[in-house]
């Protein structure tokens, strides 16, 4: 198949974003999709196979949407667009990117970075409650901070509630020294820190005095029924079933319920059953309860994080392989 060219206009300044530092994002689509790609007078050219030149194309078409709407291209941008356009489905990028959920205290963005993110959020909007499942990285519970700060702004609920079970790991609570709130904030701290960033830490204090915003451990629901807000169990491969039970019956009238969990990262005793397990097996057939299962594709942070739980889910998906062989030749 014989090489063509084509060309593609692009601003200067979303020309020096989308190349990265040292062109290091031109280097990964260059490699990735086969082309020559260079910049001549101010237009992109791309060389390469016909078939090879239109995906790059269709792919930097996306990205120059993204930067056109003032938004950094960072490595897992681009490394997800080249993703989708190997599958020819790049248009999602710029489609999922024009979902904003708020800004930060900054002002910064907080949207879905991937098609599974855009799912995940989507179900946050029509369910009453949603499962958000998958690897850690994935965004599953900041966007759930952010769909529950959006809310409560926007008085569609009147609180927000934020609760982790408090699994220790290697230590006694009581051991530990303080008193039962230090004790137990260590395991909150997380949920501390993505409020702070899209609140303000100020706005949060102020809220939490008033009891508008509530941070517990999980055994601090036993009792409670839960009306109009927005509830986030976190961690929640950590529960037992009569944990998991407990939680999800406390849910009262117009409220909104997002659980999280990661079945891979289980804390609890060896041969314990996780609440999140026996969850998905009693409650997927039932309405206005979605599952989101979120994947290595969806992971946000650093692209060596994507790596590693890859490279873990590989491992696994190996491992389970060998012993259902094993099982059989038996």
Not at 23 to 36: G, I, M, P, T
Not at 71 to 82: L, T
Not at 146 to 173: D, H, Q, W
Not at 219 to 224: E, I, P, Q
């Amino acid at each position: 198949m014989s090489e063509i060219s084509v060309k593609i206009d692009m601003p200067t300044e979303h020309m020096q974003k989308i190349f990265g530092m040292h062109d290091a994002y031109l280097k990964k689509l260059e490699r990735d999709f086969h082309v020559s790609i260079v910049d001549r007078n101010g237009k992109v050219a791309i060389t390469g196979k016909e078939e090879d030149v239109d995906k790059a194309r269709r792919v930097l078409e996306q990205l120059t949407i993204i930067s056109q709407r003032g938004n950094e291209i960072e490595e897992q941008s681009v490394d997800y667009a080249i993703a989708m356009g190997k599958e020819e489905q790049e248009d999602v990028i710029a489609q999922i990117d024009g979902d904003c959920i708020c800004h930060t205290v900054n002002g910064k963005p907080i949207k879905p970075k991937t098609l599974g993110q855009h799912q995940y959020v989507e179900a946050m909007r029509k369910n009453m409650i949603v499962f958000g499942l998958g690897p850690a990285g994935t965004g599953k519970t900041y966007l759930a901070m952010a769909m529950a700060i959006t809310a409560f702004k926007n008085n569609e609920v009147s609180r927000i509630i934020l609760t982790r079970p408090a699994i220790e790991a290697g230590e006694k609570l009581g051991f530990l020294p303080g008193d039962l709130q230090s004790k137990v904030d260590p395991y909150l701290r997380p949920l501390y820190d993505a409020l702070y960033q899209i609140m303000g830490a100020e706005s949060f204090s102020r809220n939490m005095e008033k009891g508008l915003i509530e941070v517990a451990p999980l055994a601090y629901m036993r009792g409670r029924t839960l009306d109009n807000a927005y509830i986030i169990l976190d961690e929640a491969q950590n529960t037992t079933p009569a944990q998991m039970k407990m939680f999800l019956t406390r849910i009262g009238f117009g409220s909104k319920v997002v659980v999280t969990g990661d079945a891979s990262q289980k804390d609890l005793p060896a041969g314990a059953k996780s609440g999140l397990d026996v969850s998905v097996k009693v409650l997927s057939k039932l309405e206005d309860i979605a599952f989101c299962n979120l994947t290595s594709r969806d992971v946000v942070r650093h692209p060596l994080v994507q790596k590693i739980v890859k490279a873990y889910e590989d491992f696994e998906a190996r491992e389970k392989s060998r012993a259902m062989a094993k099982g059989k030749r038996r």
